[in-house]
């Protein structure tokens, strides 16, 4: 998902600059003023962010910035830690709103003839708090699709980024290019009724 389409859906994109500390006026789904200066606050240190840790290429940069701050930072720590070691690794997606989780979960199921993608609804998944992203790995210039390639990049990025956490190590549904920001409950739920109130959970 886009910066653009994050902003449209107004009520989502309140939670998300309430709990990160922009935004501290009332969950409304409506764009005031207070709305306005909350995203211009976000947009700016975003910016900081970039300037400080660096930029990347440009599929990369336009997930991060639909990334809450803490998680803009890992990000980008864990491009730099990958290119420094000769891998070119790119960030596919980032944030999802529950409107785009759900349209996804649609996807290979009743009728939908698509693969299917994810068991989780809007507000299953940890897309959906910004602190998730999913990587593609590229060699030469083509997009690698192996799990054992992608199996190699924890033990080169994860002792440094304690921080992180990864999708492959989960038991029930391995998922390989997938990586998260710890929040401060492994539980969605808990996440989830955080992020809805407009209280950190990062
Ligand atoms: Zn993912």
Do not use: C
């Not at 859906?9 to 990160?20: G, I, M, P, S, T």
């Amino acid at each position: 998902m886009s910066y653009q389409l994050l902003k449209q859906d107004v009520l989502f994109y309140q939670r998300f600059l309430k709990a990160n500390g922009f935004y501290t006026a009332r969950l409304d789904g409506s764009w005031g003023p207070k709305t306005d200066a909350a995203d211009a606050a976000f947009v700016q240190q975003s910016e900081s962010i970039k300037l400080r840790f660096g930029a990347v290429d440009a599929r990369s940069e336009s997930n991060i910035i639909t990334l809450v701050p803490q998680a803009q930072i890992a990000a980008r720590k864990f491009i730099t830690i990958l290119t420094d070691q000769g891998k070119d690794v790119r960030l596919l997606s980032g944030t999802r709103t529950y409107a785009e989780q759900d349209a996804l979960y649609r996807q290979g199921r009743n009728g939908n003839t698509q693969p299917k993608v994810t068991n989780a609804k809007g507000g299953q998944s940890n897309h959906n708090f910004g602190i998730a992203w999913d990587i593609g790995l590229f060699e030469n210039g083509k997009y690698i699709l192996a799990d054992s390639k992608y199996k190699q990049l924890p033990a080169m990025v994860l002792p440094e980024l304690t921080e992180l956490e990864w999708g492959g190590s989960w038991i029930s549904f391995p998922d390989f290019p997938h990586y998260q920001l710890k929040a401060v409950s492994e539980s969605v739920a808990t996440v989830r009724g955080l992020f809805e109130s407009g209280a950190a959970y990062v």
